[in-house]
């Protein structure tokens, strides 16, 4: 995958990825976690999501919209802040450290829409795959793609997006302006279970 500053990440990033991050937060913790950061791509820059679940529900979600830093420097601050600076949940615990599951989205280069009308850029949104950001003024938001799993339509993601920016739900302006972008995603559970199907297929 391809993200703003030209890096180019193996399919398997995820393996290398998501230990980056878990060891991050376990070292605020006192916790020591096995990483490895000495692959050449981790060094380019790069921007990503961390996001943090607990029993299936949301426990801090941080991330960077453009790369602006080395890759392994932009996942390693997004989990420390996820676990420790998301103002909407406290402070993540040692004892939830082994409970939490870390999710890792990589975004691709940010796409300005060109749209007529609210309309017009609903109808070029596609579920399931673009990321969006919603800017009016001093106003913005973002969800990941995600999100497109709890919001299955269009013009309810983006109500949502305009909810959160602070906006009516309703609200639509000629000033508005949007951005979309993918994300390649990886979860510690998928990994794991690649793992074990690995091993079954060897036997």
């Not at 990033?13 to 020591?32: C, D, Q």
């Not at 380019?44 to 890759?71: D, N, Q, S, Y």
């Not at 060109?114 to 003024?137: H, K, N, S």
């Not at 994300?183 to 297929?201: F, H, I, P, T």
């Amino acid at each position: 995958m391809r993200t703003d500053a030209g890096l180019m990440t193996p399919p398997d990033a995820g393996a290398v990825l998501l230990p980056l991050a878990r060891s991050a937060i376990a070292r605020k913790l006192g916790k020591s976690y096995p990483a490895g950061n000495g692959a050449p791509w981790l060094r380019e820059r790069g921007a990503c999501f961390v996001t943090l679940m607990h029993a299936a529900k949301l426990r801090g979600c941080v991330g960077t919209l453009r790369a602006h830093r080395p890759l392994a420097e932009d996942v390693t601050a997004n989990a420390i802040a996820a676990a420790f600076r998301d103002p909407r949940f406290k402070p993540l615990s040692a004892s939830e450290f082994d409970a939490v599951e870390i999710e890792l989205s990589l975004l691709s280069p940010l796409e300005p829409m060109t749209f007529a009308d609210e309309q017009d850029a609903l109808a070029q949104l596609r579920a399931g795959i673009d990321g969006v950001i919603f800017e009016y003024g001093h106003h913005h938001s973002t969800f990941l793609p995600q999100v497109w799993e709890d919001l299955k339509e269009p013009a309810e993601f983006m109500a949502h997006l305009k909810y959160k920016a602070g906006l009516p739900p309703d609200f639509w302006e000629r000033g508005v302006k949007l951005m979309r972008y993918t994300v390649s995603k990886w979860r510690e559970s998928d990994l794991r279970e690649a793992l074990v199907q690995g091993k079954r297929n060897r036997r």
